[in-house]
């Protein structure tokens, strides 16, 4: 069923207020895992590519203006041509701020309907990373950037950077989106997808919890140091007393 125009507002402006509440920081970062749902929900409701190009596009200028409207301010100023031409300036070029987002959608929607639903959300979250790394995005941006102010989650960067951890919020927002679609299906329907977005973010919590123990453990034990130095605190005079002899 395609979604209507109020339908397809009310979800982009849904996603802008779960992502702009997402970058805020603080507690904030546990919209990282739902941000991403209307936006889901719109892609999966356009009849043809072009309509998915479009909810794309869209949602660069969400994204954009909910994650960096301070940039636009700055722009603003610093032309001085005040904060609405900086802000105009900054929604014109957010496709090549944001071009992961056209990335994910076409090839998420290409894979999606040659192999299914599990396949589109796999090949829509590499295209997304991929797209990060390849494209060195103009404010070095990613969505898994959010997930600091989490000291437990954070401690995944060790393991994939900020790439997995990207990576790891796409493919909990597909498999809660999936959870979301089945939901008329009863609840052995939901079993595998809600495990699927639970279960990474719980082993990703238990793994920082290791790391913090174990720094933890090692700022407690003390620690003992010998130096040795040789004692030159009259080395001048003794070169002098030297000299005269």
Same mark, same amino acid.
């Given at each position: ?14 996603? %802008? ?8 920081? *603080? ?9 991403? &749902? ?6 999966? =409701?356009?009849?043809?590519? +072009? ?19 301070? @940039? ?12 609405? %031409? ?13 071009? !992961?987002?056209?990335? @994910? ?37 990613? &969505?898994?950037?959010?997930?600091? /102010?989490?000291?437990?989650?954070? !401690?995944?960067?060790?393991?994939? *950077?900020?790439? *997995? ?12 989106? +999936?959870?979301?679609?089945? =939901? ?15 279960? /990474? ?20 034990? /003390? ?9 030159? +605190? ?6 002098? *007393? =030297?000299?005269?002899?």
């Amino acid at each position: 069923m395609a979604a209507s125009w109020p339908a397809s507002l009310l979800g982009l402006a849904a996603g %802008a207020l779960l992502l702009a509440g997402y970058v805020r920081g *603080g507690p904030g970062w546990v919209l990282g895992f739902v941000a991403l &749902l209307p936006w889901l929900w719109l892609l999966d =409701r356009q009849r043809s590519f +072009a309509g998915t190009l479009l909810a794309a596009y869209a949602m660069t200028l969400a994204f954009t203006l909910a994650g960096f409207h301070w @940039f636009g301010f700055a722009i603003g100023r610093f032309t001085q041509l005040g904060p609405a %031409a900086g802000l105009a300036l900054l929604l014109l070029l957010a496709p090549l701020l944001q071009p !992961q987002l056209l990335a @994910f959608a076409l090839l998420r929607r290409a894979v999606r309907q040659r192999l299914g639903p599990l396949a589109g959300a796999l090949a829509g979250a590499a295209a997304w990373v991929g797209c990060e790394w390849l494209l060195l995005k103009p404010l070095g941006d990613s &969505l898994g950037h959010g997930l600091y /102010p989490s000291a437990l989650l954070r !401690q995944g960067a060790e393991l994939g *950077g900020v790439a *997995g951890l990207t990576l790891l919020l796409l493919l909990v927002n597909e498999a809660l989106h +999936a959870a979301l679609a089945r =939901r008329s299906a009863g609840p052995r329907a939901l079993a595998v997808p809600l495990a699927l977005a639970l279960l /990474p973010p719980l082993l990703l919590a238990a793994y920082g919890q290791a790391v913090l123990g174990r720094a933890t453990a090692s700022a407690e034990k /003390p620690l003992r140091m010998g130096l040795i130095q040789a004692n030159i +605190a009259d080395l001048e005079a003794r070169q002098i *007393g =030297r000299a005269h002899v």
